[in-house]
């Protein structure tokens, strides 16, 4: 058995195809007949422009256009004048090959565009290596893509680009296997779209099977079982036919609104890391975002997003949420999570230290820019603010105070914003949970982080292996001090979500209906579970 990073679940059994990708060299020798290389390129260009139209309609026929315009960017590619242009160029001033000619250029723009600080920018520079790959192997006028004719069949490939895996014929290939690529990389977000089981990041795989070996792919556990017994198959078999089952019951959930037994409408929500995970919560039925971790936008790269990248992040999220609810977390950096261009203080205890809002108020400077992107956002959707880490009231109208100054500046330069944003706290320092009853009268909602609130109730470090069987959600206390939060909101008439792991938790839902938390908020793909045990509620 090999195990590697469940990228898409479900499980599958069927025959190896190793997808090998012939490798193309590139000469460097110089053409005499400068013409002739030219009309090669351009023969090229429309084979790939054909090819590309092809793929983009098969994509938009299985992922939806959203999806598909991934291939619609691949072919203003080749429309693009600096880019195929460039190529043309080289052809002609330096006599090179068209082969030579495309690689060069890629090299250059693809320097370029790793280079850049947006991170969406940055990869933007795959987009343009997969582009390059079939001109060039238009050029040498080797075929395209592979073709897979038996049904049952499993791709084994050292990777799997986003044409690769959109070309996948979903009536033969019931799973894929790569050697890279992680959860987030591009073929495993298609995998999860087509519902095709994945694992990747298996290193060797592409040597470890051969072609016709018979494979089990576990995409829950990210196994992959190579030439299994009978007994094992038929353990999978039900396995499979169990997940099918399931996943086809909490489909029909998607548009369901949850409603417990007794008659309480409840929200749930998804949340995100980063503007493009909107679609997985709207995929997956979430009445909202129920937290946006916005230091995901701050990280990987050399310095602090722009008042403008945040505002067009965040107006991204609330015009795809149409309406439903935002909630946005001002940054919460610190702890377990730093900035290489923001050195912070050694401290004995980063996690009591300074982070999140203490940081915030601390620099204002940094602390204002997301503000004003936020207030500057939210006329285009139903906005909420969260500040973390509150511990008391004087933190929460300090951060009110910087707000205010930020209205006033945007009014000044005649910037509109929404009066009907509504502000909130996060509850994930047990001081703020039992104060919960006198916040409650200045907020207009509380988020229970359960991540924190566990390990400050119980003084186990959420990141410690030794202390993991300490981290109890269930422990009374925690549960004293969570029925605490939703009691003193509520006795002010302001609702209460949680946005920790806990809101996701099977074992914890139940309990948590019962004390009559008005909003789950979790990782998209556990919305339609939860959606089904919170329906079972009274
Ligand atoms: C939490 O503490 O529960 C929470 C949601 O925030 P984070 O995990 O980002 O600290
Ligand atoms: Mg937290």
């Given at each position: 058995m090999k195990k590697g990073i469940a990228a898409s679940k479900g499980y599958a059994i069927g025959k190896v195809f190793i997808q090998e990708h012939e490798e193309i060299v590139i000469s460097d020798a110089k053409v005499t007949d400068i013409q002739a290389e030219k009309e090669k390129l351009q023969k090229a260009l429309v084979a790939s422009r054909e090819q590309l139209e092809k793929i983009k309609a098969k994509a938009v026929e299985s992922m939806g256009e959203e999806k598909a315009q991934v291939f619609e960017a691949h072919i203003t590619l080749l429309d693009d004048p600096e880019f195929t242009g460039a190529m043309e160029l080289e052809i002609d001033n330096n006599s090179s090959n068209a082969m030579k000619a495309v690689s060069d250029v890629t090299n250059t723009f693809v320097m370029i565009f790793e280079s850049m600080e947006d991170a969406y920018m940055r990869e933007r520079a795959a987009d343009i290596k997969d582009v390059s790959k079939r001109i060039i192997a238009n050029v040498a006028g080797k075929a395209e893509g592979f073709e897979i004719t038996e049904a049952n069949t499993i791709v084994v490939a050292h990777d799997l680009t986003p044409s690769d895996t959109a070309q996948l014929d979903r009536s033969k290939v019931v799973a894929f296997l790569t050697n890279i690529?992680?959860?987030?990389?591009?073929?495993?977000?298609?995998?999860?779209?087509?519902?095709?089981?994945?694992?990747?990041?298996?290193?060797d795989i592409t040597t470890t099977v051969k072609n016709g070996d018979v494979v089990i792919v576990d995409?829950?556990?990210?196994?992959?079982?190579?030439?299994?017994?009978?007994?094992?198959?038929?353990?999978?078999v039900a396995k499979r036919e169990n997940f099918i089952k399931e996943q086809e019951e909490l489909k029909k959930l998607i548009e369901v609104k949850t409603v417990t037994k007794s008659g309480k409408r409840v929200e749930?929500?998804?949340?995100?890391?980063?503007?493009?995970?909107?679609?997985?919560?709207?995929?997956?039925g979430g009445d909202g975002v129920g937290l946006f971790r916005t230091e995901f936008?701050?990280?990987?790269?050399?310095?602090?997003?722009?008042?403008?990248?945040?505002?067009?992040?965040?107006?991204?999220?609330?015009?795809?949420?149409?309406?439903?609810?935002?909630?946005?977390?001002t940054l919460d950096i610190g702890?377990?999570?730093?900035?290489?261009?923001?050195?912070?203080?050694?401290?004995?205890?980063p996690f009591l230290g300074y982070r999140a809002i203490r940081l915030c108020l601390d620099r204002k400077e940094i602390f204002k820019v997301q503000l004003r992107a936020l207030l500057r956002a939210s006329i285009y959707g139903n906005l909420c603010?969260?500040?973390?880490?509150?511990?008391?009231?004087?933190?929460?109208?300090?951060?009110?105070?910087?707000?205010?100054?930020?209205?006033?500046?945007?009014?000044?330069?005649?910037?509109?914003?929404?009066?009907?944003?509504?502000?909130?706290?996060?509850?994930?320092?047990?001081?703020?949970?039992?104060?919960?009853d006198e916040l409650a009268k200045h907020v207009d909602f509380f988020s229970i982080g359960t991540n924190d609130l566990i390990q400050y109730t119980l003084a186990a470090d959420r990141m410690s292996e030794k202390v993991s069987y300490l981290y109890n959600p269930m422990h009374p206390a925690v549960l004293r001090l969570i029925k605490m939060t939703i009691d003193g909101a509520h006795k002010h008439g302001k609702w209460v979500g949680m946005c920790g792991e806990m809101a996701g938790d099977e074992t914890a839902i139940p309990t948590l209906v019962e004390y009559g938390l008005d909003e789950f908020s979790m990782s998209a793909s556990s919305i339609l579970n939860a959606k089904k045990i919170i329906m079972e509620q009274e």
């Amino acid at each position: 058995m090999k195990k590697g990073i469940a990228a898409s679940k479900g499980y599958a059994i069927g025959k190896v195809f190793i997808q090998e990708h012939e490798e193309i060299v590139i000469s460097d020798a110089k053409v005499t007949d400068i013409q002739a290389e030219k009309e090669k390129l351009q023969k090229a260009l429309v084979a790939s422009r054909e090819q590309l139209e092809k793929i983009k309609a098969k994509a938009v026929e299985s992922m939806g256009e959203e999806k598909a315009q991934v291939f619609e960017a691949h072919i203003t590619l080749l429309d693009d004048p600096e880019f195929t242009g460039a190529m043309e160029l080289e052809i002609d001033n330096n006599s090179s090959n068209a082969m030579k000619a495309v690689s060069d250029v890629t090299n250059t723009f693809v320097m370029i565009f790793e280079s850049m600080e947006d991170a969406y920018m940055r990869e933007r520079a795959a987009d343009i290596k997969d582009v390059s790959k079939r001109i060039i192997a238009n050029v040498a006028g080797k075929a395209e893509g592979f073709e897979i004719t038996e049904a049952n069949t499993i791709v084994v490939a050292h990777d799997l680009t986003p044409s690769d895996t959109a070309q996948l014929d979903r009536s033969k290939v019931v799973a894929f296997l790569t050697n890279i690529g992680g959860r987030t990389s591009h073929s495993a977000i298609m995998a999860r779209t087509l519902e095709i089981p994945a694992v990747v990041g298996l290193k060797d795989i592409t040597t470890t099977v051969k072609n016709g070996d018979v494979v089990i792919v576990d995409g829950i556990d990210g196994d992959v079982i190579i030439n299994p017994d009978q007994a094992t198959i038929d353990e999978y078999v039900a396995k499979r036919e169990n997940f099918i089952k399931e996943q086809e019951e909490l489909k029909k959930l998607i548009e369901v609104k949850t409603v417990t037994k007794s008659g309480k409408r409840v929200e749930v929500c998804g949340n995100i890391g980063k503007p493009e995970d909107v679609h997985q919560v709207l995929a997956n039925g979430g009445d909202g975002v129920g937290l946006f971790r916005t230091e995901f936008l701050y990280m990987d790269r050399d310095s602090a997003p722009t008042e403008e990248e945040q505002y067009a992040s965040y107006k991204y999220v609330l015009e795809k949420m149409e309406g439903k609810q935002v909630v946005i977390r001002t940054l919460d950096i610190g702890g377990d999570k730093t900035l290489p261009y923001l050195p912070l203080p050694e401290e004995m205890n980063p996690f009591l230290g300074y982070r999140a809002i203490r940081l915030c108020l601390d620099r204002k400077e940094i602390f204002k820019v997301q503000l004003r992107a936020l207030l500057r956002a939210s006329i285009y959707g139903n906005l909420c603010v969260m500040f973390p880490m509150i511990s008391g009231l004087e933190e929460f109208l300090q951060a009110k105070e910087v707000v205010d100054e930020c209205k006033a500046e945007l009014k000044a330069e005649g910037k509109e914003y929404s009066e009907k944003i509504q502000w909130g706290i996060m509850v994930e320092i047990p001081a703020a949970a039992v104060y919960a009853d006198e916040l409650a009268k200045h907020v207009d909602f509380f988020s229970i982080g359960t991540n924190d609130l566990i390990q400050y109730t119980l003084a186990a470090d959420r990141m410690s292996e030794k202390v993991s069987y300490l981290y109890n959600p269930m422990h009374p206390a925690v549960l004293r001090l969570i029925k605490m939060t939703i009691d003193g909101a509520h006795k002010h008439g302001k609702w209460v979500g949680m946005c920790g792991e806990m809101a996701g938790d099977e074992t914890a839902i139940p309990t948590l209906v019962e004390y009559g938390l008005d909003e789950f908020s979790m990782s998209a793909s556990s919305i339609l579970n939860a959606k089904k045990i919170i329906m079972e509620q009274e």
